[in-house]
């Protein structure tokens, strides 16, 4: 089921074109990651999608319908930059922003609580946000956008600012989400952190759709037709495609008819000792720079 879906979705500002044509779909209980360099038309998309911008051309669905302001409530944004007032106390902002999602007060003042404590921020409930370190403001942010238990959430560069251990923690509430069967958006340039939660992906380049689909099979997809073999035995004595790395680590080039499987099977029947055999997937940083650094 589409939560979140686009068809032909364009947008012009002046002569430049921010989004054009692009078609997509955020399924129900996934993390998508909307990847792209700066500049590539994400944030338009994401807003497009919740209603803060209106497309040119092209339709956007949300819950299955237009975007309303019922729907909307199901929803919860992290824009990339600070969106907090600075001079109010933590605890009071949250519970603010609670009751703009149409919790009552007392609720919104509960959930802050909860969530400040879960994000580890309880002793910093009084003071003024304008005291916290960029990360911690961060971590604010986050815990008033998860405060309402969205069914969606929208998260533009939500590791900005954040040391390790915090990544991690927030790493560990996308997943609880995915568990819990809610869905997310995740915008990122991290793309560890996208091969580490992801289940689909959209690459944007320009304002057009370049890659969109399983992480998986992106990464087979662009992957050369190479294998990791482990083993003593000499491979280019035994004439085969291969280049040695290290002492007992070869990269193969696999035949075009070969499978990864197939030709372990064919080593080991031709008696090499393999140690160990991996195939050559594609990272997500690699395919990143190769398409949009000009790759083609």
């Known amino acids: 089921m589409g939560v979140l879906a686009y068809q032909g979705v364009s947008k012009r500002f002046g002569q430049h074109t921010a989004l054009d044509g692009v078609s997509l779909e955020v399924q129900e209980g996934e993390v998508f990651g909307l990847l792209g360099p700066n500049g590539a038309g994400k944030t338009t998309l994401i807003r497009i999608g919740l209603d803060i911008l209106r497309a040119d051309a092209g339709d956007v669905s949300l819950f299955g319908a237009k975007p309303t302001p019922p729907t909307l409530d199901r929803t919860a944004y992290l824009p990339e930059e600070r969106g907090v007032y600075r001079r109010a106390r933590v605890r009071e902002l949250l519970a603010y922003l609670g009751q703009l999602k149409g919790m009552s007060r007392a609720a919104a003042r509960d959930a802050g609580e909860r969530w400040l404590e879960r994000v580890g921020l309880g002793h910093v409930a009084e003071q003024r946000v304008e005291s916290l370190s960029k990360g911690m403001t961060q971590k604010v942010q986050i815990a008033a956008c998860l405060m309402s238990d969205p069914e969606l959430c929208v998260l533009d560069e939500p590791f900005s600012g954040l040391d390790p251990v915090n990544v991690a923690l ?65 491979l280019v004595a035994m004439g085969l495609c291969a280049t040695q790395r290290k002492a007992g680590c070869w990269r193969v080039e696999l035949p075009s ?28 940083d690699e395919i990143f720079v190769h398409l949009v650094g000009g790759g083609g």
């Open 257 to 284: 008819s070969a499978t990864p499987a197939g030709y372990l099977n064919e080593l080991v029947r031709n008696g090499v000792p393999v140690d160990r055999y991996e195939p050559l997937i594609a990272r997500m």
């Open 170 to 234: 927030v790493t560990e509430l996308i997943e609880e989400r995915r568990k819990g069967g809610q869905t997310t958006v995740l915008s990122t340039h991290m793309m560890h952190q996208v091969e580490a939660l992801c289940d689909r992906v959209a690459l944007i380049h320009r304002g057009e759709l370049l890659v969109y689909g399983r992480l998986d099979e992106i990464r087979q997809r662009y992957s050369p037709h190479e294998v990791m073999v482990w083993t003593a035995m000499d």
